[in-house]
């Protein structure tokens, strides 16, 4: 995450600035940060990975996928952030305080780069962690066919890494699972 773009932004004002400056912008106790823009792997990979999870909604029946323009409301009238993925089960939960933010995500998938890695591993993982909804989190590398899942196990989270084009990720929020080289369709590696 960068420097802040707007300090002592009242949660009011959140969605205007979004809507008058056209660009989305996570929410930290009231300082803003711009998204930053997407290199063609790591574009490429959200899609994958939304189309993937989109399929396995419509198999399933049971869960809702959303791209990266979702924002999820991790602490109310405090923190707002993008993932670039994800699921809600069994419907999306639209929050009391802000449009187009959710409160129930059960999986989220962000894919990480050299600027976002730490961010993504640190603490964009706490405030996830701190969601009660989220069963999974997996962290997509973009450099390479990887992927690291945290899996929820009561208090606690499991880490699991897959590499290699050839890996399977059995999904727990959804009874599924993606192959990394469905993630990595169309990506220079």
Same mark, same amino acid.
């Given at each position: ?7 002592? @932004?009242?949660?009011?004002? &959140?969605?205007?600035?979004?809507? %008058? ?15 930053? #823009? ?30 990266? %323009?979702?924002?999820? %409301? ?5 923190? &707002?952030?993008? $993932? ?5 089960? $069994?419907?999306?939960?639209?929050? %009391?305080?802000?449009? #187009?933010?959710?409160?129930? !995500? ?12 730490? &961010? ?11 969601? $009660? ?11 390479? !066919?990887? @992927? ?15 590499? #290699?084009?050839?890996? @399977?990720? $059995? ?19």
């Amino acid at each position: 995450m960068g420097q802040a773009k707007h300090d002592s @932004v009242l949660i009011t004002d &959140y969605l205007s600035i979004e809507q %008058e400056d056209m660009l989305r912008y996570e929410f930290h106790n009231g300082r803003l940060f711009e998204m930053a #823009g997407a290199t063609i792997a790591h574009s490429t990979i959200c899609n994958n990975v939304a189309s993937e999870l989109r399929a396995l909604t419509r198999k399933t029946g049971s869960c809702i996928s959303f791209n990266s %323009e979702m924002k999820i %409301e991790v602490v109310k009238n405090s923190k &707002y952030v993008y $993932p670039d993925a994800g699921l809600a089960c $069994p419907k999306l939960n639209e929050s %009391e305080s802000i449009i #187009g933010a959710i409160t129930n !995500p059960r999986l989220i998938v962000e894919v990480t780069s050299k600027e976002s890695g730490n &961010y993504d591993r640190g603490d964009k993982l706490k405030l996830y962690f701190s969601t $009660p909804s989220i069963m999974e989190y997996l962290i997509v590398s973009q450099d390479q !066919p990887e @992927v690291t899942v945290w899996r929820r196990r009561g208090d606690l989270f499991k880490l699991d890494s897959y590499t #290699g084009l050839d890996a @399977v990720i $059995p999904l727990e929020s959804l009874a599924g699972e993606l192959v990394l080289r469905d993630i990595y369709e169309n990506v220079n590696l």
